[in-house]
């Protein structure tokens, strides 16, 4: 039994393993390659360990971009929009699981679902006519409400699972037996258990705008108010092949530094978020 029990660890651990470094040797190659010497980055074999580390790239980085401006003009409009998107679907997501009517709840649902597989690129024209005609281009604003829009839906259902499964209806009785109102249920009893819940949705929506370039390309054309991945992307556009590849590739690490700070302090948010009602009593 015990020699089973060990052949099932080293199995499972070595699979654990291999996708995990199936998954960080991108990132493990992005950090080398920003701390190389000029002269190893195109080397031919590479080289998976530098022969000494530089910082010289970073420094250029830094004084070449306005990198900074880039990543506060990020970080308003991925955490105004981070925002929106947790009240709206908290809200939404909240009704569509209290609704007593099945059918229809199911039918929202999977109406809501099927519109995520929708391409992209269909409804980008006419929501940018209808941005254009209320006067947002260029702003910040037109910016933050493509983002919410496009990552409400998602996030809605997100909200609704969690409320379906992971809190259960019987604290909402009782606090409608001691006098609250629906409103006041979800917001003293519904909202403070669904933490978790919020936290995950916080993160994807906060991911999906850091990331996101083609709006910010579409609706915004002022230099300083340019996302960060707009500004990489013209720092590498009005440099060309003078850009050094090292540097380019250091711009990238610089970039992911707010990700994985905000994810390293809400991961264990993240997990229950995603797992809470996996299992019913």
Not at 16 to 27: D, E, K, N, Q
Not at 130 to 135: D, F, H, T, V
Not at 149 to 154: A, N, Q, R, S, T
Request: aromatic share 14%; net charge positive.
């Amino acid at each position: 039994m015990k020699k089973q029990r060990f052949w099932d660890g080293l199995r499972h651990y070595g699979i654990i393993g291999l996708v995990a470094l199936f998954v960080l040797l991108p990132y493990y190659w992005m950090i080398i390659m920003s701390v190389k010497p000029t002269e190893e980055v195109m080397l031919s074999p590479p080289t998976l360990v530098p022969s000494r580390i530089v910082f010289d790239n970073y420094v250029e980085v830094w004084s070449m971009l306005p990198l900074l401006q880039y990543i506060k003009n990020s970080l308003w409009v991925a955490g105004v929009t981070t925002i929106l998107c947790i009240v709206c679907a908290s809200l939404c997501g909240y009704s569509l699981s209290r609704w007593k009517r099945r059918r229809l709840q199911k039918g929202v649902s999977t109406m809501i679902l099927l519109a995520q597989l929708i391409p992209g690129a269909l409804p980008m024209i006419a929501m940018y006519f209808m941005i254009y005609n209320a006067g947002l281009t260029n702003t910040y604003t037109g910016l933050i409400l493509a983002y919410t829009v496009w990552g409400f839906p998602f996030c809605t259902l997100m909200m609704r699972s969690y409320f379906s499964t992971a809190i259960p209806i019987s604290l909402e009785e009782s606090a409608t037996i001691d006098g609250c109102s629906r409103l006041g249920t979800f917001f003293r009893i519904a909202l403070p258990i669904s933490i978790p819940g919020l936290m995950a949705t916080a993160i994807y929506s906060f991911i999906l705008a850091w990331n996101e370039f083609m709006w910010a390309s579409i609706i915004l054309s002022d230099g300083e108010k340019k996302p960060v991945s707009i500004g990489v992307y013209s720092f590498v556009g009005q440099y060309g092949t003078n850009t050094n590849v090292a540097m380019t590739v250091t711009t990238g690490v610089l970039i992911t530094i707010p990700s994985v700070i905000l994810f390293g302090f809400l991961q264990k948010y993240l997990v229950s978020g995603l797992t809470a009602g996996a299992v019913k009593e």
